[in-house]
């Protein structure tokens, strides 16, 4: 039996009107019912967010601070960090006058000559060490006070050396100054003959001292233990 144009059979037996719209729709293809959902489905929700933006400019406004120098008003919805900086620091720059410009370049002829007087300190120091050692009797006491004095004449005999090799040093640049001055060309010792320059000064002093001997003796005996532990054991042989 052949249903009539326009009408529908409802699920309770009657009789639905369709509209021309409706008729329009079931002539449709199912690409075209799939493009027509698709366009209403994004116009409902551009509708929605109109309606969002409207009830957020409805709100009312955010609190502005009232004072600059009062505290400032965080959010509580957003986690406050564990280390905040409440308050600007300006950082602290350390300045090492060891490499630093402003202070100019390290000369050591007068450095020697600004910081002379701590050679007369140190004497002074070196003089109470050995006054306090010939008093004390305590044992402890009297071995830190002979470190200390230990260290001192260490540290002078140190710093006896580096002024003479200093010295030394003077004396060949004004000795190639003079050559340049004649037109001849200067030359410039290697380290094995500055070496062999320091060890003749050494040996003219102790032989001035009369400690050469002695010198050479603990010098033997050092070169010999040196020979003995180079010499193959009898466990290898």
Same mark, same amino acid.
């Given at each position: 039996?052949?249903?009539?144009?326009?009408?529908?059979?409802?699920?309770?037996?009657?009789?639905?009107?369709?509209? /021309?719209?409706?008729?329009?729709?079931?002539?449709?293809?199912?690409?075209?019912?799939?493009?027509?959902?698709?366009?209403?489905?994004?116009?409902?929700?551009?509708? @929605?967010?109109?309606?969002?933006?409207?009830?957020?400019?409805?709100?009312? /406004?955010?609190?502005? $601070?009232?004072?600059?120098?009062?505290?400032?008003?965080?959010?509580?919805?957003?986690?406050?960090?564990?280390?905040?900086?409440?308050?600007?620091?300006?950082?602290?720059?350390?300045?090492? /006058?060891?490499?630093?410009?402003?202070?100019?370049?390290?000369? /050591?002829?007068?450095?020697?000559?600004?910081?002379?007087?701590?050679?007369?300190?140190?004497?002074?120091?070196?003089?109470?060490?050995?006054?306090? @050692?010939?008093?004390?009797?305590?044992?402890?006491?009297?071995?830190?006070?002979?470190?200390?004095?230990?260290?001192?004449?260490?540290?002078?005999?140190?710093?006896?050396? $580096?002024?003479?090799?200093?010295?030394?040093?003077?004396?060949?640049?004004?000795?190639?100054?003079?050559?340049?001055?004649?037109?001849?060309?200067?030359?410039?010792?290697?380290?094995?003959?500055?070496?062999? @320059?320091?060890?003749?000064?050494?040996?003219?002093?102790?032989?001035?001292?009369?400690?050469?001997?002695?010198?050479?003796?603990?010098?033997?005996?050092?070169?010999?233990?040196?020979?003995?532990?180079?010499?193959?054991?009898?466990?290898?042989?």
């Amino acid at each position: 039996m052949r249903r009539a144009a326009g009408r529908r059979v409802g699920s309770r037996g009657g009789e639905e009107v369709m509209g /021309p719209a409706a008729e329009d729709e079931a002539e449709l293809s199912l690409e075209e019912r799939l493009r027509m959902q698709s366009a209403a489905a994004t116009r409902a929700c551009r509708q @929605l967010g109109n309606g969002k933006k409207t009830a957020q400019s409805g709100k009312a /406004p955010v609190k502005q $601070q009232l004072n600059k120098k009062g505290p400032v008003e965080m959010s509580a919805k957003k986690p406050m960090p564990f280390l905040r900086q409440v308050v600007p620091v300006t950082k602290k720059v350390h300045r090492d /006058p060891r490499f630093d410009d402003l202070s100019g370049e390290y000369n /050591p002829e007068i450095f020697m000559k600004t910081y002379s007087f701590l050679d007369t300190i140190k004497k002074q120091e070196k003089e109470m060490v050995q006054k306090q @050692l010939k008093k004390c009797r305590n044992v402890e006491q009297k071995e830190k006070l002979q470190q200390l004095l230990n260290r001192m004449t260490q540290q002078e005999q140190a710093q006896k050396k $580096q002024q003479k090799r200093r010295e030394r040093e003077l004396t060949l640049k004004r000795q190639q100054r003079e050559l340049a001055k004649q037109g001849k060309k200067p030359f410039f010792l290697k380290k094995s003959e500055k070496r062999k @320059l320091e060890l003749a000064e050494k040996y003219a002093e102790l032989k001035r001292s009369g400690k050469l001997e002695s010198f050479l003796n603990k010098k033997r005996k050092r070169n010999a233990v040196k020979d003995k532990r180079r010499l193959p054991s009898q466990k290898n042989l």
